[in-house]
Each structure stands twice: as structure tokens, then as C-alpha cells.
T-cell receptor, first 113, second 113 residues
């Protein structure tokens, strides 16, 4: 299995609080992604990174920010969490510089009350 | 096929039989199609991809067929095993936006003994 670690694996927090999710990879892959998965929806891209300090928005980026200061770490921040951001969040990596994620972490289940 | 609402379509297959999981897509500009497997509580796993200029691609125990005329994709699993039980979903990539994948919601495959 590819070395992808997401932390925390579960989190419950209150509306309005800031939340940061961490993704750590040991594969030295260039591309990293954050997705959310909700019932009735396919995976939706929040943000992705194509290198250190190089990031871009996905289709559901509102309310989220990301940072990548090292190749191995990709952080997702909810500046002020809302109940609509309750979801399962997946980090993914790609080794080829292309175009779709090939390895996913096991997810972070985030509940915002 | 793709699901509507919160209930995934389920395919029940006996161990040893072949499984066929279907996916419809709508974007004529899609240039790649990808299949993923997601086991309960885990992140998705990449299975196989196919370029839009191909009709068929084979992997280990899996075959993907692409019918561009009717915008239909299928994943065939040979000699289905209990470990194949999972949710399978397809994704398509828009050739005009390399980072944009559109994911389906998936089909649940249940392997009975």
C-alpha cells in the first residue's frame, strides 16, 4: 500500500471553529489532492497541489484553503466550519504528474455540529 | 450503473462467476475513464484506466470496455472472489481540464459464497 496517512481519522467539532486536516505521504509524489465524499455524490475535488507551494482550486473549494510547504505534507483548513462541511475527506496522491489520483488515504470523517 | 439518491445499486454475484459493472457517462469531451474500488471504511483504490481512443483494455482479472457511441463503460471482473466485494465507481476526465475528474456514485458488488 502507498504510504498515505491522514490525521485525524475522526473529528467532531462545532460550527464556526477552525479545523485543519493533515495528509502525509512517504512516496515523494508530486501531485496531492483533497476530495470530499458525501452520500448521493461522487468524490468531489476541493483543492489539489502540483508541487511545493503550488496549489489550485477544485470544484468545491469555497470555505476551504490548503497549504503545501513540504513535498510530503498537504494541509486542508476549514477556516470557520459549517454543518455543510460534514463529510468524509480523502487525500490522494499521483506519481505521474498526471491527471488522476492513483492512491488514496483512508479518509477523515468530520462531523460539524 | 450510476446511482440516484442515497441508495447505491447493488450487484450480487456468486463466487467464481464473472461480474459486469456498468457506468454511463455524458461528457463527449472526456478523454480518459478510470475505475476505482472502495472497500468499506477505506479510501478508493485505482483499478484500471482506458483512453477514449480505445475500446478495450485488460488488466489482471479485469477488463474495461468502452462504447463511445452510447457513452457507456463497463468493468468486467473474472472469477469474482469474496475480496472483490466493494463499491466500484467510474470517473471521467475532461480533455479540456486535466485536473477535473467527474466521479460516479458507484455500484456495490456483493459476492456470495
Amino acid at each position: 500500500d502507498a504510504g498515505i496517512t491522514q490525521s485525524p481519522r475522526h473529528k467532531v467539532t462545532e460550527t464556526g471553529t477552525p479545523v485543519t486536516l493533515r495528509c502525509h505521504q512517504t512516496e515523494n509524489h508530486r501531485y496531492m489532492y483533497w476530495y470530499r465524499q458525501d452520500p448521493g455524490h461522487g468524490l468531489r475535488l476541493i483543492h489539489y497541489s502540483y508541487g511545493v507551494k503550488d496549489t489550485d482550486k477544485g470544484e468545491v473549494s469555497d470555505g476551504y484553503s490548503v497549504s503545501r510547504s513540504k513535498t510530503e505534507d498537504f494541509l486542508l483548513t476549514l477556516e470557520s466550519a459549517t454543518s455543510s462541511q460534514t463529510s468524509v475527506y480523502f487525500c490522494a496522491i499521483s506519481e505521474t504528474g498526471g491527471p488522476w489520483p492513483q492512491h488514496f488515504g483512508d479518509g477523515t470523517r468530520l462531523s460539524i455540529l | 450503473g450510476e446511482s440516484v439518491g442515497l441508495h447505491l445499486p447493488t450487484l450480487s454475484v456468486q463466487e467464481g462467476d464473472n461480474s459486469i459493472i456498468n457506468c454511463a457517462y455524458s461528457n463527449s469531451a472526456s478523454d480518459y475513464f478510470i475505475w476505482y474500488k472502495q472497500e468499506s471504511g477505506k479510501g478508493p483504490q485505482f483499478i484500471i484506466d482506458i483512453r477514449s481512443n480505445m475500446d478495450k483494455r485488460q488488466g489482471q482479472r479485469v477488463t474495461v470496455l468502452l462504447n463511445k457511441t452510447v457513452k457507456h463503460l463497463s468493468l468486467q471482473i473474472a472469477a469474482t472472489q469474496p475480496g472483490d466485494s466493494a463499491v466500484y465507481f467510474c470517473a471521467e476526465r475532461d480533455r479540456h481540464s486535466a485536473s477535473k475528474l467527474t466521479f460516479g456514485t458507484g455500484t456495490r458488488l456483493q459476492v456470495t459464497l
